[in-house]
């Protein structure tokens, strides 16, 4: 996966936090990057088309709360789990598709797997984002996590 | 007066999200129905009369694509607009939408102005 995707993943993610869920993103250099969370949320999602390859979110519990409760309208402690992960598979699912528009346009088919959300621990985030084109941004306090994979 | 919509989405997430933004709109709105899949929303059509549907395309149990088959089969319910709000953008996809009775396709995430505009595209102004 070229740099340039990465570069367009993360100008995709940013648009699509602004524009689905109301909040606003950062990018961070390697340096400022933050620290992956203790006990984190992990989503992922398949696409096979073209191009074949997975599409990951990692993030805090915090954040998908934070995300429904905008979807919603609610305040974050008004949210449950479920509808949080709800909201973090929505999101991706989203950025999943406009991400390939933006690399492919409205030719190709693409399969597109449900979205599924785990719980991941420090050392799980880290197996699992090692070696991968990735990218982190800061989302109004908390860190929100970009991965491709096979 | 305002207009009965159905909306047709397995994320309650996307369901609220469009919901919300039918709101922003503008759209005059009498009631907003919400089904999980195809087999949902038609169960709802028999109960009750809605002026336009936006539908998902991948839901479990009963796709979009699927509701618009049966949806067209059906007398009552033939001539009812189906819209879908997806993420798959292909062009053979939109085509074979399109030839199973689809009226429009939006992407995700949609505004309030495309879904006001799709709205007075195919409805006459609520009574």
């Given amino acids: 996966m070229s740099t340039d995707n990465i570069t367009t993943l993360g100008e995709v993610t940013v648009e699509i936090l602004e524009r689905f869920a109301f909040m606003l993103g950062d990018p961070t250099e390697e340096k400022t990057a933050p620290a992956l969370p203790a006990a984190a949320w992990m989503a992922t999602m398949q696409f096979i088309g073209p191009r074949?390859?997975?599409l990951g979110l990692a993030t805090t519990a915090a954040f998908a709360h934070s995300m429904a409760a905008n979807l919603f309208g609610r305040e974050p402690g008004e949210v449950n789990d479920e509808e949080a992960a709800d909201a973090l598979k929505e999101f991706l699912n989203v950025t999943c598709g406009d991400y390939l528009h933006e690399l492919e346009g409205n030719e190709p088919i693409y399969d597109l797997s449900a979205p599924v959300v785990v719980p991941a621990d420090r050392a799980?985030?880290?197996?699992?984002?090692?070696?991968?084109?990735q990218f982190a941004l800061?989302?109004?306090g908390q860190p929100l996590f970009v991965f491709l994979g096979d | 007066m305002g207009y009965n919509i159905l909306i047709v989405d397995d994320s309650l997430t996307a369901r609220t999200f469009i919901a919300r933004t039918l709101e922003i709109s503008?759209?005059?709105?009498?009631?907003?129905?919400q089904a999980r899949n195809g087999q949902e929303a038609l169960d709802l059509l028999q109960r009750e009369w809605v002026d336009i549907v936006?539908?998902?395309?991948?839901?479990?149990?009963?796709n979009g694509l699927e509701l618009v088959r049966r949806m067209r089969e059906t007398e009552l319910l033939k001539a009812v607009p189906v819209i879908v709000i997806s993420t798959d953008r292909s062009a053979q996809r939109m085509n074979e939408l399109k030839a199973a009775g689809v009226q429009a396709y939006l992407t995700k995430p949609i505004t309030p102005e495309e879904l006001k505009a799709t709205v007075e595209r195919f409805l006459q102004p609520a009574a």
Avoid: K, S
């Fill in chain 1, 138 to 140: 800061n989302v109004e």
């Fill in chain 2, 26 to 33: 503008g759209v005059e709105l009498q009631q907003v129905y």
């Fill in chain 1, 52 to 54: 074949r390859g997975t």
């Fill in chain 2, 54 to 62: 936006f539908a998902d395309i991948n839901m479990p149990v009963m």
């Fill in chain 1, 124 to 133: 799980a985030l880290q197996a699992r984002l090692a070696g991968r084109p």
